[in-house]
């Protein structure tokens, strides 16, 4: 058991509802099927979309599982039945999904990453607006901030990204006739993430995403780089630090750059700080976790020279920060730690993240 | 190669915008393209031309490959076919008849052809663009290896080289643009020797792929700028990475451009130089300009001269209306913290509204 070959995952990564992403998917599940393969589908979201059910047909389904939460029913992906079943394939469909509570795990990629570890290849689809360092561009672009998202790294690992493309004004067409969503819904996403600029946008982020996929599996592409430039990022009770991370973290995938995520605290813990802070720092400190950045609390009264002392010994060349609230026209003077780290650091780049705020329309 | 696509600037873009309504309307163009034969371009966009016959719609098919496989076979009998016109020592899309034809829409399968000498156009493409302008929509399949401009690339992957291209600039006017992506087939399992070369096919394919891709993103990212300029939107949100460098007399030039081209070439983004004008600069500081320029400028990398009595007001209304995404300064090592104050980081820092700011040692 604990010798099988870890199992392999495709994903087929779309920018929006409609572009086809699930109907590709169960075509290419069609032609695992015709050459013998063992597939089965795990788990598919009909949408009411005709052509697509039609595509389901003929293949093998394994019934989803019915969850009680609070008093109504909720169904979700039978990870076990599968386990049970073992096929060598399984379909499952919309990657990035949240769980309703009381599921043995949180999210459907975990369930994904299950069933890889018992050597079964799974195809899956997700767009490109659910991957999370992409997450404040994308509310940037669309106004739309999205909770389902799934970490870069387990993309990474994926064996292949496939991108899905359609041109927006195909896609429009087909929203228009009703494809993809029954009238009402249409329209709401007309004003969402339907408008023409921001598809435009979001394909654009899909390519470059799907291009950057490619890169990273040709071997040795970023081992030049991976000596020169390592990156520190500052974790504090800041709610922009989300963005900080994300934005460090991304950076650092695409030089191939490791990631530290860094607190600095008077005790060497989070004890001294109020509950609100607390909570706030154990969030982002788990959340950088989550991302597979390497978490530190380094102990220190003054922010800014812990930092930058904890940098320079781990030969660190560029410390990314959240914007300070203010900038203070006397700097000898200030107390906030960016402007401190800035003057203390020279032998490193310092980012100073900025907010990314849905444009206005 | 971003900078034979370099994205145009709000006014190039306008004055298109202005010339597209005075022309009037040409026909669509629409273009499939792809990394490499096999890849199913031709499927994917007849099957199109099948699904549009089926909704009522004229369409005829201008070009084939010359040899086509089964699947599209298939779909054939239900097409109409204008054939390729025979001449001495070649053949070329009839372009007399199908302009006689007028259908609504032309398929043509494979868009890098030389014509034999002799016939209206030396290209396939400029074929292409007569039926356009004579109001016939065009949908078009075309295969990276063949863009013009990419030429250097291709050749560094494939060591082969190709005589018959099409310039990226009409590729770039195509009003839409759908990218065929599929994995290139897994080596399987073979002899040691046969297993070395089937992984090296991979990996070129995979490069190719990535150019492809890349290159779709580019042609989105025009029609991005192009759709927000036309509609009168300013650029609020970059889907693309665009790095600004502001250089001064004391800039670590030679470390912002490293980092700079490591960024741009990693994101697949635009780099950009810039310096704001100073009236009464020392020569000494002239010199130590110049000097930085100069290796901007052997770097190939585009450089602006901005005005304005207030640098970083001038800088940060260029990178606006440019969808600067990351800005690149530098900070005085001598005068330490103290200096920041006068200088203009800090009102960058301030004023630099979805840009990230990088502060450099100089």
């Not at chain 2, 399968?109 to 929509?137: C, E, H, M, S």
């Not at chain 2, 070439?265 to 009236?279: D, K």
């Not at chain 2, 901007?296 to 602006?304: D, F, Y």
């Amino acid at each position: 058991m604990d010798e099988l070959p870890r199992g392999k995952l495709k994903i087929f990564m779309g920018y929006a509802a409609g572009v086809g992403k699930t109907y590709k998917m169960l075509e290419e599940a069609h032609e695992l099927q015709s050459s013998g393969v063992d597939i089965v589908v795990g788990y598919f979201e009909p949408h009411g979309r005709q052509d697509t059910i039609a595509k389901s047909e003929g293949l093998e389904t394994i019934p989803r599982k019915t969850v009680d939460y609070r008093n109504s029913d909720f169904e979700e992906m039978d990870t076990d039945a599968i386990l049970t079943r073992r096929p060598q394939v399984c379909v499952v469909d919309e990657f990035p999904h949240t769980n309703i509570p009381g599921s043995a795990r949180n999210k459907r990629w975990e369930d994904v990453q299950a069933l890889l570890d018992a050597s079964i290849d799974v195809l899956t689809t997700m767009n490109i607006q659910h991957l999370e360092s992409l997450n404040d561009q994308v509310w940037n672009i669309s106004g739309v901030r999205v909770r389902e998202t799934v970490p870069d790294w387990v993309v990474q690992q994926a064996d292949e990204v496939v991108m899905v493309d359609l041109t927006p004004r195909a896609l429009l067409h087909r929203l228009q006739r009703g494809v993809v969503y029954e009238r009402a819904k249409a329209e709401q996403a007309l004003q969402k993430f339907f408008r023409e600029s921001t598809l435009v946008a979001l394909r654009e982020l899909a390519l470059r995403q799907a291009a950057h996929e490619v890169e990273h599996r040709i071997s040795n592409v970023t081992v030049q780089t991976r000596k020169h430039h390592k990156i520190l990022v500052l974790v504090t009770a800041d709610p922009k630090t989300a963005m900080a991370i994300r934005r460090a973290k991304r950076m650092g995938d695409f030089l191939g750059a490791e990631c530290f995520a860094v607190t600095v605290q008077p005790s060497g813990d989070l004890s001294g700080l109020p509950q609100s802070d607390r909570e706030a720092v154990d969030r982002h400190l788990n959340f950088a976790r989550n991302l597979h950045a390497e978490t530190r609390i380094l102990e220190g009264e003054d922010v800014a020279s812990a930092v930058v002392d904890f940098a320079r010994r781990n030969q660190v060349t560029q410390i990314f920060v959240t914007r300070p609230r203010r900038w203070s026209s006397l700097p000898a003077l200030s107390r906030d730690p960016v402007q401190k780290i800035i003057g203390l650091a020279k032998d490193m780049q310092i980012v100073i993240v900025s907010d990314r705020e849905p444009a206005a329309r | 190669m971003t900078s034979e696509i370099r994205r145009k600037t709000p006014e190039e873009l306008l004055r298109e915008c202005q010339a597209e309504e005075v022309a009037g309307k040409k026909g669509h163009l629409k273009i499939f393209l792809g990394y490499a034969s096999g890849v199913g371009k031709s499927f994917r966009m007849l099957d199109e031309a099948r699904r549009r016959r089926e909704r009522g719609q004229d369409v005829v098919v201008g070009a084939m490959q010359p040899r086509v496989p089964p699947e599209i076979e298939a779909l054939l009998p239900n097409l109409e076919v204008i054939p390729l016109k025979r001449v001495d020592n070649g053949a070329a899309i009839d372009v007399e008849t199908l302009i006689r034809r007028h259908p609504v829409v032309c398929f043509i399968d494979g868009l890098a052809y030389n014509n034999p000498p002799g016939l209206r156009n030396p290209t396939r493409w400029q074929d292409v663009q007569d039926l356009l302008n004579a109001g016939i929509k065009v949908i078009a399949s075309i295969n990276i290896q063949y863009v013009a401009e990419l030429q250097k690339d291709v050749e560094a992957i494939t060591g082969k080289h190709v005589t018959e291209t099409v310039p990226v600039s009409f590729i770039k006017s195509a009003d839409e643009i759908e990218i065929v992506d599929a994995p290139p087939e897994e080596p399987t399992e073979r002899p040691a020797e046969e297993q070395t070369e089937a992984q090296d096919r991979e990996q070129r394919l995979s490069r190719l792929r990535e150019l492809a891709l890349v290159l779709a993103a580019d042609v989105v990212d025009h029609q991005l700028s192009e759709y927000l300029e036309c509609h009168g939107l300013k650029q609020q949100f970059g889907a693309n990475e665009r790095i600004l460098v502001c250089i001064t007399p004391r800039a670590n030039i030679q470390e912002m451009m490293d980092m700079g081209q490591i960024i741009a070439q990693r994101f697949h983004g635009e780099l950009t130089v810039a310096y704001v004008n100073q009236p009464n600069i020392s020569p000494v500081d002239q010199a130590a300009l110049d000097a930085r320029l100069a290796i901007a400028s052997a770097a190939g990398v585009h450089i602006e001269i901005l005005e304005g009595d207030d640098p970083a007001d001038a800088l940060l209304e260029f990178a606006r209306s440019r969808g600067i995404t990351q800005l690149f300064v530098g900070h005085s090592q001598r005068t330490g913290l103290s200096r920041l104050v006068g200088s203009p980081i800090g009102k960058l820092i301030r004023d630099s509204r979805g840009m990230d700011v990088r502060v450099f040692p100089q």
